[in-house]
C-alpha cells in the first residue's frame, strides 16, 4: 500500500504550485483543475467561487389550464432565451467594432451588411417561432440589453424605421415599446428564465 502512496503524494506535491501569500495563510493553486486553496497552519482549505443561487417556492396552479399555460411558458422562455443573450452578444459586439470606424459612412455600411448577415442567419429561425413566443423573445432582448427593441431599432435603423416596424407590430397585437418588468407583470417569465440559467430547467 505504502508504494502506492508514495508515488501518488509525490504526483500531487508536483501539481501544486506556490503562490504569494493570502490572509494568513500560503495560497497554491492545484493542477489539473485550477482551483486556488490556501495552506493554513496544517490545513489545505478550498477556495472556489460559487454562483448565486435563487431558490423559488414550489409553483401552485389553481387547475389544469393554468398547468399547461405554465409549462407553455417554460417552453417558450427555453426556446427564445438563447437567441435573446445571442443578440445581447451581437450588440455589444458590433457596438465596439463601428466605435472603431472612421466615419458614418462606414459604420452604415457595417450596420446594413449585418443586417444582410442576420436576416440570412437568423431569419429562417424567426420565422419559425410563434407570435407568443416572438413576444417573449422581444421582453427577453430588454431584459438582456436593457432596451425595448424600439430602442434598439432606432439606434441601429432609424427612427422612421422603429415606426414602421412598431406600427406592423401593433397590427398584430404587439408593441416593440413595451418594456420587460420582472418584478411586476413579467415576474414568471423571470422566475423561468433564472430557472433555465441555473440549469433548473431543460
Not at 161 to 187: K, M
Amino acid at each position: 500500500m505504502m508504494k502506492l502512496l508514495l508515488p501518488l503524494l509525490l504526483l500531487f506535491l508536483s501539481l501544486s504550485v506556490k503562490a504569494q501569500s493570502d490572509a494568513g495563510g500560503e495560497t497554491i493553486f492545484l493542477r489539473p483543475n485550477v482551483f486556488p486553496a490556501v495552506i493554513i497552519g496544517n490545513d489545505t482549505i478550498a477556495s472556489v467561487w460559487l454562483p448565486q443561487l435563487v431558490v423559488f417556492a414550489p409553483m401552485r396552479f389553481n387547475s389544469v389550464a393554468e398547468q399547461s399555460e405554465y409549462h407553455r411558458l417554460v417552453r417558450d422562455v427555453r426556446r427564445t432565451l438563447p437567441y435573446a443573450k445571442r443578440i445581447a452578444q451581437i450588440m455589444i459586439e458590433t457596438y465596439r467594432y463601428i466605435e472603431t470606424l472612421p466615419d458614418d459612412r462606414a459604420r452604415q455600411q457595417h450596420l446594413r451588411a449585418m443586417d444582410r448577415h442576420l436576416r440570412q442567419e437568423y431569419g429562417p429561425r424567426m420565422r419559425q417561432l410563434t407570435r407568443a413566443q416572438g413576444q417573449i423573445l422581444m421582453l427577453l432582448v430588454d431584459r438582456e440589453t436593457n432596451s425595448s427593441s424600439y430602442q434598439i431599432i432606432q439606434a441601429t435603423m432609424g427612427r422612421a424605421q422603429a415606426f414602421a416596424a412598431n406600427a406592423l407590430a401593433n397590427l398584430f397585437g404587439n408593441s416593440l415599446r413595451t418594456r420587460y418588468d420582472p418584478f411586476g407583470e413579467h415576474r414568471t417569465i423571470e422566475r423561468i428564465a433564472i430557472m433555465v440559467e441555473q440549469g433548473a430547467v431543460w
